[in-house]
């Protein structure tokens, strides 16, 4: 299933000539967002740059479900909720990083370096109430071409605008040990439960997220507890309003019916008899 979604956007910085680059059709130049590739795999023999500047090969993480995500690193926009919003869940899932699930950040800009991703790195780890295996969180760098096939793979479509800027979207993506594509999650505000049910998923190789949606509606996340509650409210509100919309569809018919119609098939039924 493919889904085009428009999603948050923002102006980040960078310029660089894309050589390169597989060639993209004109009509994907111009859309900025995200073509879901559901089920669709990711190239797992790309090498890139971790923060401790160790050159290192995508399936070498991949022995576990991966935590996907692009940024990049001197982002004035959604990057920096972005990476908030991350650091945020994995300080309050029960899954342990490193150990249950490896996580990627990689820069969309080819020109910046392992150095500026140690920097930023420091930071975000510093603001955790979790202590995290550092290398279970790879703060990472490439090239034009592996940045290239990876937001392909991934359907994450960006432009480069012309005062050296980037709009992109804010989105992370769960894939499984094969380099399948489980799951997208957009925004920058992620729930604990949705993360956890995504890596499961795409544990067990699997895709699709309508049994979460259904869960997220019909429960509400409780912060201090870490815990969902049943939404009553929320679920018998929905029932209301369906037992509404049935009488009213119920009432509009039968003022559709005819009264002398129904006096016709009375005189037939007492002529017959």
């Known amino acids: 299933m493919t889904l085009s979604l428009l999603v948050t956007t923002a102006s980040d910085i960078t310029t660089n000539n894309a050589t390169d680059s597989p060639q993209v059709p004109e009509a994907d130049k111009e859309f900025i967002g995200i073509k879901e590739n559901l089920g669709g795999y990711i ?5 890139l740059i971790d923060d401790q500047g160790r050159k290192y090969q995508l399936k070498e993480l991949f022995d576990k479900p991966v935590l996907f995500s692009f940024v990049y690193y001197r ?3 959604i990057c920096s909720p972005l ?45 955790l109430k979790r202590n995290i295996d550092p290398d279970a969180w790879r703060w990472s760098v490439g ?7 990876l937001t392909s793979a991934f359907g994450w479509k960006y432009k480069r605008t012309d005062d050296g800027h980037f709009t992109h979207s804010g989105s992370l993506m769960a894939v499984s040990p094969s380099g399948k594509i489980a799951r997208y999650l957009y925004g920058d505000k992620f729930l604990p439960f949705d993360v956890k049910m995504s890596l499961a998923e795409a544990a067990e190789e699997k895709t699709g997220p309508t049994v979460a949606k259904l869960l ?37 018919r039968a ?6 119609d129904r006096f016709e098939d009375d005189e037939e039924e007492g002529g017959n008899s």
Do not use: M
């Not at 190239?43 to 090498?47: A, K, T, V």
């Not at 990627?104 to 020109?111: C, E, Q, Y």
């Open 83 to 127: 990476l908030a919003g991350k650091s945020r869940v994995l300080e309050s899932i029960d899954t342990v990083p490193g150990i249950d699930f490896n996580v990627i950040t990689l820069s969309i800009d080819p020109k910046e370096d392992h150095v500026l991703a140690a920097e930023k790195k420091a930071n975000y780890l510093s603001d």
């Open 255 to 260: 003022k559709k019916v005819n009264p002398l």
């Open 143 to 149: 090239d034009q071409e592996t940045i290239d096939l």
């Open 43 to 47: 190239p797992l023999d790309r090498w």
């Open 75 to 77: 982002c004035p926009g």
């Open 216 to 252: 997220k509606y019909c429960f509400s996340y409780d912060p201090e507890g870490r815990k969902y509650v049943f939404n009553i409210l929320r679920v018998v509100g929905t029932l209301l309003l369906l037992w509404i919309v049935g009488i009213f569809l119920f009432v509009s």
